[in-house]
């Protein structure tokens, strides 16, 4: 179901691009998202890490000459970490709501928090909902009808 989900979401990213000139939050992102719309919170603890790394990646951007190539591995690392210690450190601590809002991995808030600085928080957000529910209503399809019920494992 992954490849399909990934795959999927890959042809639609593309097509985004070339068709309305906006990005998913990444290419392999609405694969990803598309397998968790049935954990609504689990995307909320994405999207809050990505504000996060890309807040945290702002204010280390007026300090510092970063562009490029050097953003997008700062911003996809910063917001590793942050899955991380959240992931490790908040929900390791037994914290009942911290375990239904874990991130969904550990690169794809990283790569929401670089497009939300490239192309702007509403663009980005709008643009990945929209590509990962037709992924998630084209793999509802491929299926027969039959409904996702069962997300991957977050890590």
């Known amino acids: 179901m992954l490849w399909l989900s990934v ?27 598309a397998l968790f719309w ?8 994405t999207i809050v890490i990505a504000m996060a790394a890309f ?16 953003k997008l591995v ?3 690392l910063i917001g590793f970490i942050y899955a991380w210690i959240f992931r490790y450190i908040i929900a390791g601590g037994n914290l009942e709501f911290a375990t239904y809002m874990d991130p969904i991995g550990f690169i794809i808030p990283g790569l929401v928090g670089y497009w939300m600085d490239r192309q702007g928080i509403l663009d980005t957000l709008s643009t990945m909902v929209i590509a990962s529910v037709i992924v998630r209503l084209l793999l509802i399809l491929f299926r027969g009808g039959e409904l996702l019920e069962v997300a991957l494992p977050a890590s």
């Not at 906006?22 to 694969?31: F, Q, T």
């Not at 049935?38 to 603890?45: A, E, F, M, Y």
């Not at 807040?55 to 050097?70: D, F």
């Open 7 to 33: 795959g999927l979401g890959l042809a639609l990213s593309l097509g985004f691009a070339e068709w309305f000139g906006l990005a998913a939050g990444g290419l392999v992102v609405p694969g990803y998202i």
């Open 38 to 45: 049935n954990q609504p919170l689990k995307i909320v603890g």
């Open 55 to 70: 807040g945290t990646v702002k204010v280390i951007a007026s300090y510092t000459l970063l562009y490029g190539r050097r």
């Open 74 to 76: 700062l911003t996809v």
